[in-house]
């Protein structure tokens, strides 16, 4: 951005193991997403290493960071960004398209997996059709689909109530469950301690990195 | 990139996005129809153009007599002047290289017969030469020649009209009309593209009615082509000399600008040239204004298209979509959507102009006509406009960082 560019983040250094289920926190401007963007291949740090796998995310143009985004990462977000003019099979199918796979196994892939969050019956609806909750959970089973390495999720509640938001949990908990690892941006202290471990971020530097007794979101469904 | 997967993606898209599609299409069918249309109707009213006067022969000069307006060598004003046979054979032998045939015209309206019907004709005495002026067509028999000029034959060639007026089914030639007070033999038929009036025409040989009328050498008009290729300006200059000719001849001052007059085609020929030019011009203007507004309504709908699906391709690109990925599938939902609108629009206009022929003639357009080249060449040019269009926002769109894509409301 030249000359008016900003210092976001001042210097990081935290990894996450395998199965982890990691909240990161911290209030607005705080950098929280900026980290998440840099883990997501979406945005670039301007120094630092970030290995992913062993394998260096680094010198990244677009088609390599799409390559990788696709391989590694499933990205499940605020506003759900499912694609409102496909059902909620085809959503969840998308990444596998850009993986190659044809179309009868990707349709039978996102299927196993609308079944998994629930939404078998819905296979056919367009997000339209569907509640908040319901579009999150096709949002969670299309980040599912291409078996990601790490699931970025960045405010997954931040647009549903209470309620439906213990239910994504919930979700997000059994994956996690799984042995899949999930890194969580959010700024709701109750969504965070569903989590294992949290990172509190001020100002681009954590302030603050602990190990938590999970609280399991099914008690509240 | 162009697997079955990808077709089956792209016509899932087009069809799940009817509203999109249909703007798509609706205004490249609509812009090639437009530039078809107006195209067609230009070259229609050319035709009009054409017909009106390319009906007769073009290198022709017609003489007339008139009435001197001045006194001259001894001889009062307002004196009427007569051409005659020598008049004729003087043009003929001072400027034979540059003519290619002469014919005078003597111009009578008779009562014609045969058996029960008649009718009033106007009839034309004339030489050979006059079939060339005229451009008639002789659809049976044949027209006049030397020998019945010289035999003073009673022969007549009939108008077609006349043939259908006097004779109904009946064969005219070899058949004996009354034409006046003497009976001429029916020997041809002609059919003229200059219009009804030109075929209830009929032809008789100039010497005949020169005997019929006194055995005089009397002369109306002479109607003379000249040779093509001495050009406009020869044309003129072959002009001024005849008219000096036979100003000399007929002691007429020089200056006295109504004793002899002289049509030249070539003059009115050069005009409507300009006027052809100057509509072909105009056709041009219209054909490449309607393509440029075609060029820039299709980029509009294109870049509207690629801005709309900003946020679509944000969530793509976050789901693996590599640039080329994303800018070749929304390129090739564009230009498939404009190559199979563009060519209905073609043919829809190709269509309708093949339907109008014959039933505009009365707005001066006449067979509208479009060559399937240049229908083909401006739908093509609408659909690579359309293509770059949708190219430089998919570009661009492919290149926003993800993130900001997905922000994109």
Not at chain 1, 196 to 217: N, S, T
Request: charged residues 25%.
């Amino acid at each position: 951005m030249g000359s008016n560019s900003l210092h976001v983040l001042k210097g990081i250094n935290f990894s996450v193991e395998q199965g982890e289920l990691v909240a990161i926190m911290g209030s607005s401007g705080s950098g929280k997403s900026t980290l998440l963007n840099i883990l997501g291949m979406l945005d670039e740090a301007d120094s630092g290493i970030y290995t992913l796998d062993t394998v260096p995310i680094i010198d990244l143009n677009e088609t390599k960071a799409a390559e990788y985004r696709n391989k590694f990462l499933g990205f499940i977000f605020q506003s759900f960004n499912l694609i409102n003019y496909k059902s909620a099979v085809e959503n969840v199918a998308l990444p596998l398209y850009y993986q190659g796979k044809s179309r009868k196994e990707r349709n039978a892939t996102a299927l196993e997996y609308l079944d998994r969050v629930g939404l078998k019956p819905w296979a056919d609806h367009l997000p339209s059709e569907l509640s908040g909750g319901q579009k999150q959970r096709v949002a969670i089973a299309r980040a599912m689909a291409a078996d990601p390495k790490v699931l970025l999720a960045d405010e997954p509640t931040g647009a549903l109530d209470s309620k439906t938001s213990c239910e994504v949990m919930d979700l997000i908990q059994k994956i996690n469950d799984e042995g899949n690892t999930i890194l969580v941006v959010t700024h709701e202290e109750d969504i965070a301690h569903m989590c294992k471990r949290i990172v509190y971020l001020k100002d681009g530097v954590i302030v603050e990195d602990k190990k938590i007794d999970q609280v399991r979101a099914s008690q509240y469904v | 990139m162009f697997s079955r997967d990808t077709w089956k993606e792209i016509f899932d898209t087009i069809r799940k996005n009817k509203l999109r599609t249909f703007l798509t299409g609706f205004t490249m069918a609509l812009g090639i129809f437009i530039v078809v249309i107006l195209v067609g109707f230009t070259n229609g009213l050319q035709n009009t153009f054409e017909k009106f006067f390319g009906d007769d022969a073009t290198n022709t000069l017609f003489v007339f007599p008139g009435r001197t307006s001045m006194p001259y060598k001894g001889y009062t004003s307002n004196r009427r002047i007569q051409f005659d046979n020598s008049d004729l054979k003087d043009i003929e032998e001072n400027f034979a290289m540059f003519l290619d045939y002469i014919t005078p015209r003597i111009t009578r309206s008779s009562l014609v017969r045969y058996k029960g019907e008649s009718n009033n004709y106007t009839n034309r005495a004339v030489a050979p030469a006059h079939q060339f002026s005229e451009k008639t067509i002789i659809m049976k028999g044949r027209f006049l020649n030397e020998n019945d000029i010289n035999i003073r034959a009673k022969y007549a060639v009939v108008g077609r009209l006349v043939a259908k007026d006097l004779f109904k089914e009946e064969d005219p030639i070899g058949k004996y009309i009354t034409l006046g007070d003497s009976a001429f033999k029916v020997i041809g038929v002609f059919q003229d593209d200059g219009g009804d009036n030109e075929e209830r025409l009929i032809y008789i040989p100039y010497t005949t009615r020169q005997l019929i009328e006194k055995g005089n050498d009397k002369i109306e008009q002479i109607i003379l082509g000249f040779n093509p290729s001495i050009g406009y300006a020869g044309a003129m200059a072959l002009e001024k000399n005849i008219t000096k000719l036979l100003k000399e001849k007929k002691f007429i001052a020089r200056e006295d600008r109504s004793g002899i007059f002289i049509r030249n085609i070539a003059d009115e020929l050069k005009q409507n040239q300009q006027f052809a030019q100057v509509l072909g011009f105009i056709a041009l203007f219209f054909a490449i204004g309607t393509i440029i507004a075609g060029i820039i309504g299709v980029s509009n709908i294109m870049i509207f298209v690629v801005k709309e699906r900003t946020k679509e391709i944000g969530i793509r690109k976050a789901l693996g979509a590599t640039p080329r990925v994303v800018i070749s599938t929304i390129l090739l939902e564009a230009t498939t959507i404009t190559i199979l609108s563009g060519f209905s629009g073609m043919l829809a206009g190709v269509l309708i102009l093949q339907n109008l022929e014959g039933k505009l003639e009365d707005y001066f357009i006449t067979n509208p006509y479009i060559d399937l080249g240049f229908a083909v060449g401006a739908t093509l040019i609408l659909i690579i406009f359309g293509s770059i269009a949708g190219y430089v926002p998919a570009k661009r769109a492919a290149r926003i960082k993800p993130i900001v894509a997905l922000r994109d409301e």
